[in-house]
């Protein structure tokens, strides 16, 4: 497969994912307790770190959030544009690319040698990446933007959200191991792993 057509096939795997964070972002439920909402697409930036690996699943998720700053209503309740991440929410969001490629890059150590990656560490990754960097990120943003202490924002940003990701965070371990079981996820495209390529 000739190197142009491979990462043309790597942005379009990006693409995939970026439209799936969007279409999971249309689940959307307010706290009345908080401006930060319960939302899907944080269960999309896992997937995209535990499938994708460090470097695409960075950049589908780095694509999201530059298309949210241009104004594409892409989060929750339809909210796009520079204001929204600069808002309340925003350093969930602009934590999007780091929590995916922590997630990969986590992923990727695990299955060093060919070693296999079953739903135990997959979940490791994930809760590593999609949760603690997605909270500590969010969590510092909320209590710049919104005035609070860092015990106010823990209890509006974080401890709410806990029980509901830790949910999604194992959703996708299990979903993640499958599909890599059924179709290794980061060993096709020309034979190439797509976190290396």
């Known amino acids: 497969m000739r190197p142009s057509t491979f990462r043309l096939m790597r942005l379009v795997v990006a693409a995939l994912f970026l439209a799936f964070v969007t279409v999971l972002g249309q689940v959307a439920i307010p706290l009345p307790f908080t401006p930060v909402p319960i939302t899907g697409q944080t269960l999309g930036v896992m997937l995209a770190g535990a499938l994708l690996g460090a470097r695409l699943g960075f950049l ?17 309740s339809g ?4 204001g929204a991440l ?10 999007f690319p780091v929590a995916a490629g922590v997630t990969g890059w986590l992923v990727e150590r695990f299955e060093k040698g060919g070693r296999p990656v079953g739903p135990a560490k997959l979940f490791a990754a994930i809760a590593a990446g999609g949760l603690v960097v997605e909270y500590v990120l969010g969590a510092s943003w909320l209590a710049v933007v919104a005035s609070l202490t860092p ?15 830790v949910l999604k965070a194992v959703l996708a371990a299990l979903l993640a191991a499958a599909i890599r079981r059924a179709y290794p996820v980061r060993q096709r495209l020309g034979g190439v792993p797509m976190g290396q390529a």
């Open 60 to 76: 589908s998720m780095a694509l999201f959030v530059l298309l949210v700053a241009v104004g594409l209503p892409l989060l929750s």
């Open 86 to 95: 600069l808002g309340p929410t925003g350093g969930y969001v602009l934590g």
């Open 79 to 82: 909210k796009g544009g520079i």
């Open 151 to 165: 015990v106010q924002a823990l209890v509006n940003g974080v401890l709410p959200f806990i029980p509901g990701d």
